[in-house]
């Protein structure tokens, strides 16, 4: 698929198909992830892909009860490692969370493109992400996405125009 | 472009040609970030592109250095704003660098589909960005990237392998 027909025809998805996602159709998504570029190359990042049926709707329930999560036959949870990752952003902030959005706007894309649907949540309790898959405590869980056949086609949500988010040369 | 194509051979660039960037393919790349996702759809973003000399000489400086980056002609500085963000992503962080993460990854993607390079810095002073550009005490600066036409065709960098960072089911 064309790079902005991906970016143009994304959408977040809700409902899900009963058909599992081939093995190679995972890899070459999780490969979309892995190839993502992070601060100093550091890849500090790890993706546990659960297609156990308990385990995602024990995610769901983690996820405030969004049960269509659990519909999916995948769902990807991704986590970041700051003590990998490149220290100070901007002179701040760890590197771990942009490297992993990074890495999972590509799984996102690469998943569309396979014909396969997605949907960022970020509405999660991590201390009970954190029980269910055995993350460790200086693991940071940044976002899950479930993933399989989309079994809807949602309207495009709104954006703002482009002059309310760009600005040249100063921020005013 | 092809999406995995893009995805697959993205560099970051540090060498750029003295040629503008035509206003055209400036807008079509900035739309690719628009159209990012973000937690709520919240767009809690904003994008300076910056074309000035001065201002680009100052922004390197402001970056440890990286002279390279006023080589481009634009710059661009992603920001987030925390205040319209969703504030409690796995219940304990704001969405702002992962949403602006997502739209900046749209738009280098977007921009090598063009035929422009990229490069994420991460090395950067927040403090004296924000004094350059006149960003808000309540505005995070998250990442610059400069944008032009590659003067270089960068190696390949080296990625773990897909067994070091997908696990099944569990983290382990």
Known sequence: MDLMDAIKTRRSIRRYKQVP???A?????L???????????AQ????????????????????NGQKFIAQ??????????PEEAFPTVGGYMSSHVIDVAIALD???LAAHSCGLGTCWIASFKE????????????????????????????????R???EELVVYDRYQ
């Open 106 to 108: 590509h799984l996102t």
């Open 31 to 41: 490969n979309a992830a892995r190839l993502a570029p992070s601060a100093d190359n």
């Open 44 to 63: 500090p990042w790890k993706f546990v892909a659960v297609r156990d049926e308990e385990t995602k709707l024990r995610l769901a329930a983690a996820s």
């Open 72 to 81: 999916a036959p995948v769902v990807v949870v991704a986590c970041g490692i």
């Open 127 to 158: 201390e009970k992400v954190r029980e269910i898959l055995n993350v460790p405590e200086d693991v940071r869980v940044i976002a899950l996405t479930p993933l399989g056949y989309p079994d809807e086609v949602p309207e495009r949500t709104p």
């Open 21 to 23: 996602v081939p093995e």
């Open 25 to 29: 159709i995972l890899k070459e998504v």
């Open 160 to 162: 703002k125009n482009l």
